[in-house]
């Protein structure tokens, strides 16, 4: 329910100022108002001197970061971050999670919950593990999943905050694209609700059997207006309206290529999938020889496998770009969690690129298809789907 801002901040303040504290965020902005910063960050510090407040902002050009005593000093400095219209705090202590969320009304909607786990005394930069979603969270006795695959969803989302701004307002249309037992689906929406945001996210997956069991879940969960699966193939499973964002986890082969084929004609703003298994390029390259010089890099079978996975997320990237999205691959969860730990994350751009760049992006993909003979199967989808 929402609440007074002042009372609001006013708890906020206090556990700012708590020797408790292990971590705060501050971002977004209410409307109508523009903080003098767009970020800002506190975690205590242990230095030399005694125990600091570290404060660090940046106004979106460069950073900058300061210390403060506890006392007057820290006061001071926490006053003038409250008084800054921010539109979103979150706060860690040892204790307890807080975030904050102002609504268009001005009021504050808070959400409050038990910390994941005991924190250990601050020691230099040295920081106890820091989870997105709380571990202890009461979805986690419903939808179960892996120590492993808890870790590999809480990367995604991290990967997903850092791909959303911060002042993102509205209502939030997401889709998890072979989303099997919908881990990644449940987890994505508690997150992003906890982040003050108006999210409708639907599951597409092709059991149905998957289907009934996520949508029974999430009416256990009180979710059901706002979280819903559908039965089908991740290329032709129909979800309206098209999504602001799609996710992708671990769909298998040419299912990835489906996603980002389907992201591309929804138009979609941001695109976060991790692909799996690469067999369609590995085949092709099995079945002609390696252009000279490069023989000795698919002579040897596992390393033609795992040239076949850098060739296909790399055209994949490629394809991205060249419909409007600036596109990165990233490593999303350290190896030892799952191999399959590649992320392309893209966001549709703004400006059109110039004709010349277009032109060059065109020609330096075109060359390597002609180099290796292959067809992505991306291309072949987005060729079918623009004609």
Partial sequence: ??????????????????????RAV??????GH???????????????????LQIATSDGVRPYTRNVAPGTEADTAVDALLAEPFGNWHVETTDVTLQLRVTK?????????AAARPVAEPAGHDRAKEWLLDPGDEIFAEIGGSAAKRRQVDAFLRALAATLPDDLTGTLRVVDLGCGNAYLTFAAYRYLSQRGLDVRLVGVDVRQDQRRRNTE??????????????AGTIADAGVEPAPDLVLALHACDTATDEALARAVRWDARWVLAAPCCHHDLAAQL???????????????????????????DSLRAALLRLHGYRTE?????????????LLIRARR????????????????????????QVTPRLETLLTTTAG
């Fill in 105 to 113: 009304s001005g009021e504050a909607q808070v959400h409050r919950s």
């Fill in 329 to 341: 691959v990233v490593e999303f969860v350290d190896s030892q969690h799952t191999p399959r730990n």
């Fill in 34 to 52: 523009r903080p003098s910063m767009v970020r800002a960050e506190l975690r205590p510090v242990a230095l030399k001197g005694g125990p600091r």
């Fill in 1 to 22: 329910m929402p609440q007074p801002l002042d009372a609001a901040l006013t708890e906020v303040r206090a556990l700012l100022l708590d020797p408790a504290l292990t």
């Fill in 217 to 230: 879940l999430a009416e256990r969960l009180g979710w059901a207006d706002r979280v819903s699966f559908v």
């Fill in 286 to 312: 099995r079945a002609r020889p390696a252009p000279a010089p490069y023989e000795l890099l698919t002579r040897q079978g596992i390393l033609r496998e795992r040239f076949a996975d850098v060739l296909t």
């Fill in 349 to 372: 751009g703004g400006a059109a690129p110039d004709a010349a760049s277009d032109a060059a992006q065109r020609a330096e993909y075109r060359a390597l298809l002609d180099q290796w």
């Fill in 26 to 31: 501050a971002a977004g902005r209410r409307r």
